[in-house]
Every structure is written in C-alpha cells, then in structure tokens.
T-cell receptor, first 112, second 109 residues
C-alpha cells in the first residue's frame, strides 16, 4: 500500500496565483484532514472530511477550499495565493479515531 | 483558546541516557492524548497513545496526569535514532486534534 500520497512535493507560487494540492489515500479511511505547519508552530487544521461528500472547516480555513467526491481523494485548493500561505501542507487520513492519523509526505509551498 | 504547550528544546542527551519531557494542555475537556514523532523535513508519525493508567511500549513510557493537566514521555536507553521532534497532541472530539509545537531531541554519541 502506498498509504497517503501528496503532490506536488514542492511549489513556488506568485502572489495571486491559484493551485490545487492533491491528496490520495488507499487505506479506505473515511476521515481525511489538511494541515499546515509553520516553523516552530504546531500543526493547524485547515479542513477535514468525515466521508465522501462531507467537509468542514478547521481552525484556519480562510483562503482555502476542499472537496471530497471520493473516499480516496481530498484535494486542497488555494485561491489568490498570499505570502502568509507559505508553509508546509500535510494531508492525513484516519480510520476513525482522530488520534491515529496517517500523514502524507507533505507539500512545501512558497508564495512570493 | 485550547492549547497544548511544549518546551521546544532542544534537549541534548548522550546516547544511552534517559530523557523525559512534558507537555501541558489547557482544555480540561480533552479526552485523548497522543505522542507523535517527526523527523526533520518529514511527516509526523504516531508514536503512542497516552492512557490515564499510563502505558509502555518498549523503551517508551507515556503518562497522563489529568489533575495537573500534563502528559509526559519517558525514553530509556536512548538511541541515536531517537533524535527527532516529539509532538504532543490532545483531542476533545473525534475529528479534531490540538497539536503542540514539538520538543526537539538530539541524541549525541
């Protein structure tokens, strides 16, 4: 099993550009999450999903959107990128209990 | 605001030593706690859950003190491969976790 995969690994965006961060899991987990991690800070939850067709905001959703059309995929959309969105983005999935989360390798995004 | 606080370190420890670090949480309603490990420029990985009765997994022991609202992690006979950042995590629902910023551990030969 590949687990949780994310693409791209790295990306540089100009201010105002948009992009989609891809996340796919092959473990048939219902729960999926998007986090951002800034240097010296804890992971911040952006959005989460408890199943296909269901998404909800986390702690820091502004500037982002998500969709969950299938169990496997949970893409994160950045609209009108801003320097404040420079961060490392992690996607995670969970079989049910929030604490047991499996993470993808992350996407390092720089907005200049 | 719900928070989980950790000493950022780094903790510099000689190989073979025992090291312990704590984290404190502010939300008394938190129900579940976990320790994750994160290697440099890698994703977090679950190390162990933390139970009220304490739990042990090999060289690692986790304890929860609800009265004082802190969680501890003890590593015995530390190895070079234990060098990483250890993230303390608390959860008050089935969906969302509150993450500490992590404690950096460096094991020296």
């Amino acid at each position: 099993n590949a687990g949780v995969t994310q693409t791209p690994k790295f990306r540089i965006l100009k201010i105002g550009q948009s992009m989609t961060l891809q996340c796919t899991q092959d473990m048939n987990h219902n729960y999926m999450y998007w986090y951002r991690q800034d240097p010296g800070m804890g992971l911040k939850l952006i959005y989460y999903s408890v199943g296909a067709g269901i998404t909800d905001k986390g702690e820091v959703p502004n500037g982002y959107n998500v969709s969950r059309s299938t169990t496997e995929d949970f893409p994160l959309r950045l609209e009108l990128a801003a320097p404040s969105q420079t961060s490392v983005y992690f996607c995670a999935s969970s079989p049910g209990t929030a604490g047991e989360q499996y993470f993808g390798p992350g996407t390092r995004l720089t907005v200049t | 605001r719900k928070e989980v606080e950790q000493d950022p370190g780094p903790f510099n420890v000689p190989e073979g030593a025992t090291v312990a670090f704590n984290c404190t949480y502010s939300n008394s309603a938190s129900q579940s706690f976990f320790w994750y490990r994160q290697d440099c420029r890698k994703e977090p990985k679950l190390l162990m859950s933390v139970y009220s009765s304490g739990n042990e997994d090999g060289r690692f022991t986790a304890q929860l003190n609800r009265a004082s609202q802190y969680i501890s992690l003890l590593i015995r006979d530390s190895k070079l491969s234990d060098s990483a950042t250890y993230l303390c995590v608390g959860g008050d629902s089935n969906y969302q976790l509150i993450w500490g910023a992590g404690t950096k551990l460096i094991i020296k030969p």
